[in-house]
């Protein structure tokens, strides 16, 4: 079983829909093709180049636009010849007396300085760019590309892109040649069906390649940085199989010629599903032993089974978007049940339904067509709705339903209607009541979930086994004892251990403990690591073993209580943990750091080296989840240094909006106290004016 950490869900399921910034003109304009060419400065940030459009007119109309944002420069030719335009900050207006069923050839040279949907990424904190990276979905591609915001025109992509050689430049589509010229190198891709604009895709950076083939004589390409060769095999596990079991379970072979995954830095989600190219986060670039802390396996699947839901057929608004998120969601629970078995994914649907009945409770339920709903709405309700209509149809006609779907709707967009109408039709069923139920509810339907639920025997007994959760620990013992029965079930394990904290130790918890502990399954004791609260000295072999887990979440819980509890041990537990260990994930280095700073024994030349090592976390060079844990430490140590304030106002103007939210946090907190206040003033005069002014007008001080 895998692990998702907090900062997983809450950015895994942060994509949403939202209103196009632009009116629709696809009754009256249909754009074909778009061949793009972009230049890429490695000493700027702005974008150039030319696109050209097929556009075939479908009424006479005076004039047409091509949505754009942040444009500095452009030049407008209809068929090869200047044409009359006006740009409005949103759009480029081309004026003509365009006559219906006539195609033109629209071309835009143009420049742009984004701000956002495209950025520029200093990797090595050298104050030059070293990676670009695309998020066009809710951002917009118009925002760095001339293109068009509505996803109801679906355009067939040719990308060329020209960059610094030393860089690799990843599209969508095909790559049909690669051109050296001078110290620059061109790549091109080509689309062979049309897409929707945000689902455009462009990543430029330092990377290698390893291709493997699916059964179905695909290609898979797997992208890393070159120094992180070592986390290929554990970051991309899987990969094969789940697109395997996606492809036998749609019933519809991949839809296109080649699947790439490319890891970038500081990426605004975990995951984003362009078209041939899903761009991730690279927080999940992870070794053997991370990745039994949280993996990229749900990433990896949810953004795989886009590539039918959301690309090949796509949502006509944002009230449809379930068709989306619900349908990946759904499609990657099942490759997980494919590769953890059925517990694990009752267990997911258990789960997901708990805070669907939360939501409700709490007065936010809406509808699932509703476009305002939740993340939590579109994505887990959206997979709890095709759970209970596969149940309702049974697996034949479900898998023909969504075989006659994807095939009728293919390269088109679609409504919810649309697929009900399918699914009714193949069935033979009235599916009235199951949209009333499902998708048109406002209330998550609770009570048949659960009784979907209990179809599972393994649920029967996880419930059992909850509702000892109120018992008195006499009356939950013998429970407890039977759960620990070979062949043990780990999901059932760590709900007899969460229950365990709710009770005074004794005797026979120590015991429970050390018999979970005894069966070796790194989630079950990973679980009684995270669970104690404090040291208990019974327990102290067992955390010495849980020093050397295949888990860097185990080491670091086991190393603190265990130098809570040992005061006149601190040292030597530390400085042998440091030499045995081969490896550390940043979090579990900045805690050790964080003991020996805090311990006796240490020389402060030592002490000085780890408290630089501790300071050096908050550098742009890290991930935002690493700086924000590492300004917390120095902040706790009271030891923030010139240049980490410089650091923390660098996070205070991060394009991450959860990072520089809790940034502005911090900084805000820290100076209304007098002696920040008195080094941050120091700090920001050194700095460039213009840098100065943005974090003066920000917080106004």
Known sequence: MKTISVWLFMSLFSVVTTAQDSPSQTDAVDFKTAAVAINVNENSEIISGTVTYEVEILKDIPSLFVDAKNITRYDVKLDGKPVKSAYNEKQIVVKSRFRESVTHQLTIEFSTDPNKALYHIDRDNDGKWDQIWTQGQGKYTSNWLPSIDDMNDKIIWNISVTIPSQYTAVANGVLVDKIEIDDHRTYHYNMEFPMSSYLVALVVGRYNLKEQITSSKKQIELYYYPEDAHKLPATYKHSVQIFDILEQEIGIEYPWKVYRQIPVKDFLYSGMENTTATIFSDQFMVDDIAFNDGNYITVNAHELAHQWFGNLVTETEGKHHWLQEGFATYYSMLAERDIYGDDHYYMMLFENAESLIAQTKSGKGTALLDASASSLTFYQHGAWALHALRAQLGDTDFKQGIRTYLKKYAGRNVTTDDFLQVMAATSGKDLTEYKNRWLTNTQFPSAEALTLLRKSIFMEQYFQLAARSISPFDEAFNSYKETLRAP??????????????????????????????????????????????????????????????????????????????????????????????????????????????????????EKYKYLQRLSSFTSPEQSTQTRSAAFDYLINLDAMSAQNYRDLMDACVHHSWRFYKNSRDIFEALYKKNEHRVVIDKVLATMPEEEQKRIRDLFKV
């Open 488 to 605: 043990v079930n780990e999901l059932l394990v760590e709900e007899m251990i969460k229950q365990l904290t709710l009770h005074k130790k004794n005797d026979r918890i120590i015991e429970l403990y050390k018999q979970a502990a005894a069966t070796g399954n790194v989630k079950v004791r990973q679980a009684i690591a995270l669970s104690l609260q404090e040291y208990d000295p019974a327990l102290d072999k067992i955390l010495r073993t849980m020093l050397y887990d295949d888990s860097y979440l185990t080491r670091e819980s086991a190393l603190f209580l265990l130098w809570q509890g040992n005061p006149t041990e601190r040292h030597a537990i530390l400085e042998e943990t440091r030499a045995q260990w081969n490896s550390m994930s940043p979090s579990l280095e900045m805690a050790w750091i964080a003991l020996a700073l805090n311990s006796g024994d240490f020389k402060n030349n």
